[in-house]
């Protein structure tokens, strides 16, 4: 036994097992005791229409931020894969957005779409766009928060896309533009298939991301207006630590947990279909 | 370059710059344009900063917001928090993570598979599913065991992530590809396991130590759900932490917020900037081993 296993059992496994336990159960967090409660947890769960809101915000988000990321991740990174002066500052000014913490990013971004005195609004202004409100509607607010996540994962999109694009050898891309073939019809043709186990990852990654939003949420909106945010994530931090429902919680985590794997291995299933590999 | 690219590349002379520079500059201003509006804004006046339209440029460069932002809330006690948080965390998962990845690539003990299993197992579950749980255990450790390690208290940021599975997963995969031969050859000259652990394997682990040192501080620096829960005073905050209540607590003074929020994610800018391709490289690394 290593001192490793006994960290990793005693925070990472028996918590898996102990969470299904209390979610069983009727636990409030605070009594010593917690009465069993069989399925309760699970039937509220189905009829609480917070977890329904919740679940389609998640996913809603989900839709949007992870294809949106890998389009963004994906260009950046075909314009860096090459030569040029000043190449570095370009990759750096990518690179900087891993290093700031969601907080530190949600923050920027607050004040970037602040309806009163944000710069957006302003440009918006020089357009003719009319002032939003932005964080405080309830239908824009998801989109804010899409927007603020995709800046602040798109250098590591840029980080995996770019190792991918180098790792494909010139002489294929070489021998079909002697073939005649197009820039367009090389990118898609060659490009985009050898990429594809390091889409297929992307999109395993940041959907496992997106899925557990919670982050951004806490600090812009707390989930609201109305609601309009409140993402699994959120709702499961409130029944836990602002209610301490931790059985609630519990059955919610294992929801999201069902969801993830669902998603995932669905991702793996189609993915397998498209992607690529060369070995 | 090879002939045909040098011909492709020759064709578009006409240019006198590459035309991707075209592309590359909005993209770049975009993405940079965050950092600076928050430079800008941090070294306004309040009067400054709530004028709309908003002047692109500040009149005068002041930093009385950074010394109003340290006066309302200790960032630099946040950032004393989150270093030794981050280090230790770092150093812990060095050391254990190595010494359980070596056990899982070489010996061969009883329950070796079904233990990998397991902690195979808890790399696909959120943390959300194990948090609950992982609160009463760290309540219960600092009632009963450890104070410094119980919740409320940085230990508690520190001990249960002091060995990731990711840590002993990917040490034990990197392990698994170095020739068995040396450590064979140390031991028939009478080593014993751990120095030929110590000797011969992690000095030729080096890239793969740095590649966990590099994610396990990224993550140990921005981690803010579990410091969210574990942590309940302003002493034993990290930046995340600490950067979020004074949001708060201030939610519309916006040069007092963007002062102490450049205050907060400047130190690991400057770390990240120096060890660039050393993050970027361990980022990929992910992506490739994920593939």
Not at chain 2, 35 to 52: G, K, Q
Request: aromatic share 14%; with cysteine.
């Amino acid at each position: 036994m290593t001192p490793a296993t006994v960290i990793i059992g005693t925070f990472g496994a028996a918590p898996i097992i102990w969470s299904l336990i209390i979610s069983f159960q009727n636990d409030n967090g605070l009594s010593s005791s917690a009465p069993f409660a069989g399925l309760r947890n699970y039937r509220a769960i189905a009829h609480d229409p917070v977890v329904t809101q919740a679940i389609g915000h998640t996913l809603v988000y989900t839709v949007l931020f992870v294809p949106l990321t890998m389009v963004v991740g994906l260009f950046l990174a075909v314009a860096m894969n090459r030569k040029l002066r000043f190449m570095w500052v370009y990759r750096t000014a990518a690179y900087a957005t891993m290093a700031i913490s969601t907080i530190s990013e949600a923050l920027v971004f607050i004040w970037l779409f602040d309806p009163s005195y944000g710069i957006v609004n302003y440009f918006f202004s020089l357009l003719g766009i009319p002032q939003q409100q932005f964080l405080n509607s309830p239908s824009e607010a998801l989109y804010v928060i899409v927007v603020m996540t995709i800046w602040g994962w798109s250098g590591f999109a840029v980080v995996i896309y770019l190792a991918a694009l180098q790792g494909i050898p010139q002489d294929l891309t070489e021998a079909a533009a002697i073939d005649g073939c197009g820039a367009v019809a090389r990118f898609r043709r060659i490009t985009l298939p050898l990429l594809s186990p390091a889409s297929l990852f992307l999109a395993v990654w940041l959907t496992i991301n997106a899925l557990q939003l919670f982050d951004e949420v806490y600090l812009s909106t707390q989930g609201g207006p109305l609601g309009a945010t409140t993402v699994l994530v959120y709702y499961l931090y409130e029944q836990a630590f602002v209610n301490f429902n931790f059985g609630y919680a519990s059955a919610i985590a294992y929801l999201l947990f069902v969801v993830i794997l669902v998603i995932t291995a669905i991702q793996f299933r189609v993915g397998r279909r498209f992607t690529y590999y060369r070995s | 370059m090879t002939a045909v690219t040098a011909a492709m590349a020759g064709r578009k002379s006409r240019w006198p710059f590459s035309p991707w520079h075209l592309v590359l500059i909005p993209a770049t201003i975009v993405l940079l344009f965050p950092f600076a509006w928050l430079i800008v804004t941090s070294v306004e006046t309040p009067a400054e900063a709530l004028h709309f339209p908003p002047d692109l440029t500040p009149h005068v460069i002041r930093f009385s917001n950074y010394s109003a932002a340290l006066g309302a809330a200790p960032f630099g006690r946040f950032f004393f928090n989150s270093a030794v948080v981050a280090v230790t965390t770092v150093l812990c998962n060095l050391v254990l993570c190595a010494l359980a990845g070596y056990a899982f690539a070489r010996f061969r003990f009883f329950g070796r598979t079904a233990l990998f299993i397991v902690m195979m197992a808890t790399l696909m579950v959120p943390f959300q599913v194990t948090m609950i749980p992982q609160f009463i255990i760290t309540k219960w450790i600092g009632v009963n065991l450890l104070a410094g390690a119980g919740i409320g208290h940085i230990g508690a940021l520190i001990v249960p992530n002091a060995a990731t599975a990711f840590g002993v997963f990917f040490l034990r995969q990197f392990f698994r590809t170095l020739p068995i031969e040396y450590e064979e050859a140390a031991r028939v000259d009478g080593a014993s396991r751990l120095a030929v652990l110590l000797r011969v394997v992690l000095p030729l682990s080096a890239p793969a130590l740095a590649t966990l040192a590099a994610l396990t501080f990224l993550d140990s620096w921005n981690n803010f759900l579990w410091p969210l829960i574990a942590i309940n005073s302003t002493n034993a905050s990290t930046l995340p932490l600490g950067l979020a209540t004074f949001q708060g607590a201030h939610s519309t003074e916006w040069t007092l917020l963007m002062a102490g929020n450049v205050m907060s994610l400047a130190p690991m800018m400057v770390v990240f900037l120096i060890a660039q391709r050393y993050f970027v490289r361990s980022v990929a690394a992910t992506g490739l081993t994920g593939t």
